[in-house]
């Protein structure tokens, strides 16, 4: 997986005061209390996916303004500094605040095989190293790797299952290439999974129907909208002929869907597609997968994830004893909060093999053996 994450380093973000050269493995599930940093820990690579995408001072002024993204305050904490490893390459820079509420983005700086090389100061929130990757220099072919493997870390967050909700509701065919974040164009890229990966797409058919037995298959139905093909996710009831629409499902049903979809994305089936077609995420980052979620759901949601950690990487956040039920004590991080600032830590085995010969992960740590639930400060 040389695209994946390898190492992290954070300094001064929301309740994270330092993370210092933390290591991510193929299967990296969070757990903690209410208010540990969890979410914050997430909220950094959606920040990252701003700074990808040029959209940065956007997404700080949405989220309240810079000094809301500052360890404790513009008081505490002056910048921001970030430091990533993904096999042989890297990519570092800084956030400072700027005039008003914005920030600037600063230092940055792309490694190779042991090297930094730096890139400078944006003259305003863009990065210089999309723009070097995005360009035709003679240094964009070593920005442009940097820039391809940080845009195939994808966050997914499906927790809008409302009635408004995109993924109920029609989308055109067209928008099919990849999944989006909040699985909003989940029916066309059914559609194209049925037509041109049907292993993939069956494996998607056959795990929502562990979790509701009544379902039967997807229709997908392309309907004419004026000039434009959409496609809704409509599916079929066994035991009956009557098409059942998107707003039939629960909100857990739909959410599952969602997932299943997005944990057995196909890989292209050679090197040479894959320069047409897109790759699924090197990194998949999820935000408490099981909300929502029957127990049994949950247990081949957790199937899921354990399957798809050996094609992918898999970085996930949770408060459910049951998900990690599932997984192996060294798969797991504890986040913390001490002196108000988020510490991780990740398990190891040797620490509670004799807790484990009596008791399963989610257990130990309901039970608080595995610290973890909220801390009075």
Same mark, same amino acid.
């Given at each position: /997986?040389n695209?994946?994450?390898d &190492?992290?380093?954070i300094?001064?973000?929301?309740s994270?005061? *330092?993370l $210092?050269?933390?290591?991510?493995?193929?299967?990296?599930?969070f757990? %903690?209390g209410n208010g540990?940093?969890?979410s914050?820990l997430i909220?950094?690579?959606?920040l990252?996916?701003?700074? *990808?995408d040029?959209?940065l001072?956007?997404?700080?002024?949405?989220?309240g303004?810079?000094?809301d993204?500052l360890?404790?305050?513009?008081k =505490?904490?002056?910048?921001?500094e970030?430091? /990533?490893?993904?096999?042989?390459?890297?990519?570092?820079?800084?956030l400072k605040?700027?005039?008003? $509420?914005?920030?600037?983005l600063?230092?940055e700086a792309?490694?190779?095989q042991?090297?930094?090389w $730096?890139?400078g100061d944006?003259?305003?929130? %863009?990065?210089?190293?999309?723009?070097?990757?995005?360009?035709?220099? $003679?240094d964009s &072919?070593?920005?442009r790797?940097?820039?391809?493997?940080?845009?195939?870390w994808?966050?997914? !967050?499906f927790h809008d299952?409302?009635a408004?909700?995109?993924?109920r509701?029609?989308e055109?065919?067209q928008d099919?290439k990849?999944?989006?974040s909040?699985?909003?164009?989940?029916?066309?890229?059914?559609?194209?999974?049925?037509?041109?990966?049907?292993d993939?797409y069956n494996e998607?058919?056959?795990?929502? &129907?562990?979790? /509701?037995?009544?379902?039967?298959d997807f229709?997908l139905d392309v309907?004419?909208f004026?000039e434009?093909?959409?496609?809704s996710l409509?599916?079929?009831q066994?035991?009956s002929?009557?098409? /059942?629409?998107p707003?039939?499902?629960?909100?857990?049903?739909?959410r599952f869907i969602c997932?299943?979809?997005?944990?057995?994305?196909?890989d292209?089936?050679?090197?040479?597609?894959?320069?047409?077609?897109?790759?699924?995420p090197?990194?998949i980052?999820i935000?408490?997968?099981e909300?929502?979620?029957h127990p049994?759901a949950?247990?081949?949601?957790?199937e899921?994830i354990?399957?798809?950690?050996?094609?992918?990487?898999?970085?996930a956040?949770?408060?459910?004893?049951a998900?990690?039920?599932?997984f192996?004590?060294?798969?797991?991080? =504890?986040t913390?909060?001490? !002196?108000g600032a988020s510490t991780?830590?990740?398990?190891?085995e040797k620490?509670f093999n004799?807790?484990?010969e009596?008791?399963?992960?989610g257990?130990?740590?309901?039970?608080? =053996?595995?610290?973890?639930?909220?801390?009075?400060?």
């Amino acid at each position: /997986m040389n695209n994946s994450l390898d &190492r992290l380093t954070i300094r001064g973000f929301k309740s994270v005061q *330092i993370l $210092e050269n933390f290591e991510f493995r193929n299967l990296n599930v969070f757990i %903690g209390g209410n208010g540990a940093g969890k979410s914050n820990l997430i909220t950094f690579f959606r920040l990252l996916r701003k700074i *990808i995408d040029g959209s940065l001072n956007e997404y700080i002024l949405s989220g309240g303004g810079f000094s809301d993204f500052l360890f404790n305050g513009r008081k =505490v904490t002056s910048e921001q500094e970030f430091e /990533m490893y993904f096999g042989p390459r890297g990519y570092r820079f800084r956030l400072k605040p700027g005039s008003l $509420e914005n920030c600037l983005l600063s230092d940055e700086a792309r490694y190779y095989q042991g090297h930094w090389w $730096e890139l400078g100061d944006s003259p305003d929130s %863009g990065s210089l190293l999309v723009k070097e990757a995005k360009g035709d220099s $003679e240094d964009s &072919r070593y920005s442009r790797p940097v820039y391809d493997t940080i845009s195939s870390w994808q966050i997914y !967050h499906f927790h809008d299952t409302s009635a408004r909700a995109a993924m109920r509701h029609y989308e055109i065919i067209q928008d099919n290439k990849v999944l989006r974040s909040d699985a909003s164009n989940i029916a066309p890229y059914l559609l194209r999974l049925r037509n041109e990966h049907p292993d993939t797409y069956n494996e998607i058919v056959d795990s929502v &129907r562990l979790v /509701m037995p009544f379902f039967d298959d997807f229709l997908l139905d392309v309907t004419e909208f004026g000039e434009k093909q959409k496609v809704s996710l409509s599916w079929m009831q066994k035991g009956s002929d009557y098409p /059942m629409q998107p707003y039939h499902f629960s909100d857990g049903s739909i959410r599952f869907i969602c997932l299943a979809t997005a944990l057995l994305q196909p890989d292209p089936p050679s090197k040479i597609m894959a320069r047409f077609q897109p790759n699924p995420p090197s990194t998949i980052i999820i935000d408490e997968p099981e909300l929502g979620l029957h127990p049994s759901a949950i247990a081949i949601l957790a199937e899921l994830i354990q399957n798809a950690s050996e094609r992918t990487q898999l970085i996930a956040a949770t408060q459910s004893p049951a998900l990690i039920d599932h997984f192996s004590v060294e798969d797991v991080i =504890v986040t913390n909060r001490k !002196h108000g600032a988020s510490t991780f830590e990740r398990l190891q085995e040797k620490d509670f093999n004799v807790w484990l010969e009596t008791y399963s992960v989610g257990e130990l740590w309901s039970k608080n =053996v595995i610290s973890g639930g909220p801390v009075y400060e």
